[in-house]
């Protein structure tokens, strides 16, 4: 069964190929409609057939499947060379983009030409023979290698999990979460003891619960060694990856790749990118340094831990927290209970916004027993597509969260779109509730925001449906989507005890909500050692010698932007930074910062209109969430917002001013 999806993969291909080469051979002379129409109608079944095995390799993967992935990647990646650099396709197009001006096409169908134009001479169809070769060997080389890193993620996930011996050791945790660490362990073998599994980030949530600062440290360190020695080492991949995608923007004319890829983004230079960045920077070291002050005043009175250590932070932070706002996360967890966060919360705001209904589906395929299945509904009634929600971690399960879909939205092609929204919530043992933090309720949040721009996209062509935007663009609506999770008519629905039906404390809300830029120093301070991180790395030229020594190319590139604080790690180290090595986001972490800036304007602008009604959300859903990439972020949120975005109101928001 798994090896039919190499199979059906390799039908698409060969499906697609013969289809490109009838556009070749199209009689007439180049059209819109002969060339790049018949392009948008081409590779359909092996579109599908790919979103089909890549969810299931990073949602519900095996041996077998990952093997076929290996054997898979550099066929996908020379068939898709083949395509663009096929000379015979290019100067079709290149003729219908010389014309375009008089073509008498609308605004989205030249759009859609230019794209497809950009796409070919960023793919290389601009090279000669030998550079094209070149070109193709290096993509073939990073398709392996990229899949090689993250398998090696997922297994040291697995291999990196902190066994515990001693129940003791684990006062501070609740007993569901020890109950869930003992069937942790007896699944993998240790009854008896209790397995801390960690999530993709440097700093584990588990941290702010744990008196024990030993364990703390086992963890911290179990964390952080990620990938970096045995079998699942990747230190050399990724510095190989670095090098060849320098040798690759120097081939397409470009000084490194950072350049490369932004060039084709909002930000459109490195420069850009890194202004954002490295000016934050000084003003999160900033209120970091106050923050270290108030969890030093505390942990000295505590005679052992007078040195805070990284691993000690986040137990302190909590400490601090509960002093300042007299709030206790597992005080609030009794009140976030999945079930009721997904449909009272998240449901329910799409609902209040957009008009839109949610039928559970219990006759439909799934891949997994833990997935669900929505139906989605418009307001007046007509059927949308469908949502499958996948919520807990397993072994063979990327970590991290993630909205993906398994078909794109597109008038032309008569598709409605199905979306798929991973998490990687700890699951209960059975018949207890899976209890949140107030973080995972606002990654549920953001998601299921990119979720709807996948839901709600109303686009004739393949090419712009959904979430095919820049990247600096797409996590606007996700980050949007994050401010409703606290609007009180939400979180009024949803925020209620699993076993009593109560309603969360107003006083509890309110604590809640005044905490929300707390802490803000170290989170902005982890993400921008690590977006800096991102940027070096793909700054690297083509004449650059291989990195050899990975940390200390970390430490270099952490110092020279002052973002080198031993108790501040990066977010990701490179060896376990999968945004940038495998998950499309080379060059490209600082977009999340960049949507930021749009996603607090754009927060203020709900405020301002009167926040979570049907009249905003169907007017956000006309000028955003529809246009998917038919145009420009920023021409997108000129239209939707009536001005450019103003920074200041991310710098509140995070408390940096």
């Known amino acids: 069964m798994d090896q039919d999806h190499a199979l059906a993969i390799e039908a698409g291909m060969n499906e697609q190929l013969a289809e490109v080469e009838a556009i070749i051979a199209e009689p007439s002379p180049p059209t819109f409609d002969n060339t790049i129409l018949a392009m948008e109608r081409s590779g359909r079944r092996l579109t599908i057939a790919k979103n089909i095995f890549f969810n299931l390799t ?103 999990a902190v066994l515990v011996d001693d129940r003791a050791e684990l006062s501070g945790l609740d007993e569901d979460a020890i109950a869930a660490a003992a069937e942790a362990a007896r699944l993998k073998g240790h009854d008896g003891k209790w397995l801390i599994e960690l999530i993709n980030t440097t700093r584990q949530p588990v941290l702010a619960s744990l008196p024990d600062r030993r364990l703390r440290e086992r963890i911290h360190r179990a964390s952080i060694g990620r990938n970096r020695s045995g079998t699942n080492d990747n230190r050399p991949i990724i510095a190989r990856l670095a090098q060849l995608r320098a040798q690759k923007a120097r081939l397409l004319g470009f000084p490194t790749w950072a350049a490369y890829v932004m060039h084709d983004q909002m930000a459109r230079t490195p420069e850009a990118a890194v202004a954002l960045l490295s000016g934050l920077v000084p003003k999160a070291a900033r209120k970091a340094m106050i923050e270290l002050e108030k969890l030093r005043a505390i942990a000295g009175e505590s005679p052992a831990d007078k040195e805070l250590r990284a691993w000690d932070w986040a137990f302190y932070s909590e400490q601090v927290r509960k002093a300042e706002y007299d709030l206790d996360e597992t005080a609030m967890r009794p009140y976030l209970e999945l079930e009721n966060v997904l449909v009272k919360g998240v449901l329910f705001a799409a609902e209040e916004l957009y008009g839109l209904a949610f039928k559970e589906r219990f006759d439909l395929p799934i891949y997994h027993p833990d997935v669900r299945v929505f139906e989605i509904f418009d307001n007046d009634g007509s059927a949308l597509g469908l949502f499958y929600g996948d919520f807990y971690a397993r072994d063979n399960k990327s970590g991290g969260a993630w909205m993906s879909s398994f078909v794109d939205q597109s008038f032309l092609l008569e598709q409605q779109p199905v979306i798929t929204l991973n998490c990687n919530y700890r699951k209960p043992v059975p018949g207890q509730p899976c209890l ?222």
Not at 118 to 133: I, N, Q, S, T, W
């Open 58 to 160: 990073a949602s519900a993967t095996n041996d077998t499947l990952q093997q076929v992935k290996a054997d898979l990647m550099p066929k996908l990646t020379a068939h898709e060379d083949a395509i663009a650099m096929n000379e015979g396709l290019f100067q079709r197009v290149r003729t219908v983009h010389a014309a375009r001006g008089s073509a008498d096409l609308n605004p989205v169908q030249e759009r859609l030409v230019e794209r497809y134009y950009d796409r070919f001479v960023r793919a290389g169809a601009l090279l000669e023979p030998a550079g094209k070769k070149h070109l193709m060997a290096l993509n073939a080389e990073e398709a392996t290698l990229r899949t090689r890193f993250e398998d090696n993620v997922l297994k040291e996930r697995s291999a990196a």
């Open 436 to 657: 949140l933090g107030l973080d995972d309720v606002i990654t549920l949040f953001h998601e299921f925001g990119h979720a709807l721009h996948g839901m709600l996209s109303a686009q004739v062509y393949p090419l712009f449906s959904g979430t095919a935007t820049s990247t600096d663009f797409v996590e606007f609506p996700s980050q949007l989507n994050e401010c409703f999770a606290t609007e009180s008519e939400v979180l009024a629905n949803y925020a209620r005890h699993h076993r009593t039906g109560e309603a969360m404390p107003a006083s509890l809300v309110d604590r809640m909500k005044q905490a929300r830029a707390f802490d803000q120093g170290y989170a902005t301070s982890e993400y921008l050692a690590a977006a800096l991180l991102d940027i070096e790395w793909h700054s690297l030229t083509a004449d650059a010698a291989l990195v050899t020594d990975v940390d200390a190319f970390e430490q270099a590139a952490l110092t020279r932007y002052g973002s080198d604080h031993e108790l501040i790690p990066p977010r990701y180290r490179s060896t376990y930074f999968s945004h940038i090595w495998s998950g499309g986001y080379a060059a490209n972490y600082y977009a999340y910062l960049w949507s930021e800036v749009l996603d607090a304007d754009g927060c203020s602008w709900f405020a301002e209109h009167g926040g979570v009604t049907r009249k905003n959300g169907l007017y956000f859903r006309r000028t955003v969430l529809s246009q998917g990439g038919s145009k420009d972020g920023q021409q997108l949120y000129r239209e939707f917002a009536g001005r450019e975005a103003r920074p200041e109101h991310l710098l509140k928001r995070r408390g940096l001013i």
